[in-house]
């Protein structure tokens, strides 16, 4: 069963800190997600990559957040400056498959 | 918008039952629906995907339906067990939207609970 990793399992950083999210998807899958689930509520889209670019985003992916495919294997989702509200789970996603998920705690 | 809706929010089975969870969407122009299982404070495990197409798709003793044209999908639990105790989640995959993308969208989830 092909499988989608993702790195840290759970990461507590300081508000108005930068931290980026890492994810290994399947490597013949050509559309990458990120999804986030803050504590209590629905899981929601956040932007979708294909061809090395985004395709499409959601009103939550602002200025600070940012996707990149910097090696052709690896998935980054960067948060520029963190707030307290990100405090959330991020999945990423590679076609059908969902990684197990970071856990991001802002203080 | 694509809205997806899970009733009921929350069940409490005795073990042993059988049992259906629903799922509703606005939007009957989708490519698939997948469920997927979320135990507390962790990851989505993905339970089944059924293509448009599809009218079912069954794995051990689950059983998912779907009718696009209502706008529904079913989940069905055989013979439930303590360790099937967790939140369960309809996703719906909306066809190409010409920003090429497939992405989902999500409902709140039935948390289900089988007391031995």
């Known amino acids: 069963e092909p499988e989608v990793t993702q790195t840290p399992s759970h990461q507590v950083t300081q508000m108005g800190q930068e931290v980026i999210l890492r994810c290994v998807p399947i490597?013949?899958?050509?559309?990458f997600y990120w999804y986030r689930q803050i504590l209590g509520q629905k899981v929601e889209f956040l932007v979708s990559?294909?061809?090395?670019?985004?395709?499409?985003k959601s009103e939550i992916f602002d200025d600070q957040f940012s996707v990149e495919r910097p090696d052709g294997s690896n998935f980054t989702l960067k948060i520029r400056s963190t707030k307290l509200e990100d405090s959330a789970m991020y999945f990423c996603?590679?076609?059908?498959?969902f990684g197990s998920g970071t856990r991001l705690t802002v203080v | 918008k694509q809205e997806v809706t899970q009733i009921p929010a929350a069940l409490s089975v005795p073990e042993g039952e059988n049992l259906v969870l629903n799922c509703s969407f606005t939007d009957s122009a989708i490519y698939n629906l997948q469920w997927f299982r979320q135990d507390p404070g962790k990851g989505l495990t993905s339970l089944l995907l059924i293509q448009s197409s599809q009218r079912e798709q069954t794995s051990g003793r689950l059983n998912a339906s779907l009718d696009k044209s209502s706008g529904r999908s079913t989940l069905y639990i055989a013979a439930s067990q303590p360790g099937d105790s967790a939140t369960y989640l309809c996703?719906?995959?909306?066809?190409?939207?010409?920003?090429?993308?497939?992405?989902?969208?999500f409902g709140k989830g039935t948390k289900l609970s089988v007391i031995p």
């Open positions: 990559f294909y061809n090395n670019e985004i395709s499409e």
């Open positions: 490597s013949n899958h050509l559309y």
């Open positions: 996603a590679s076609s059908v498959h």
């Open positions: 996703a719906v995959r909306g066809l190409y939207s010409g920003a090429g993308s497939y992405q989902l969208t």
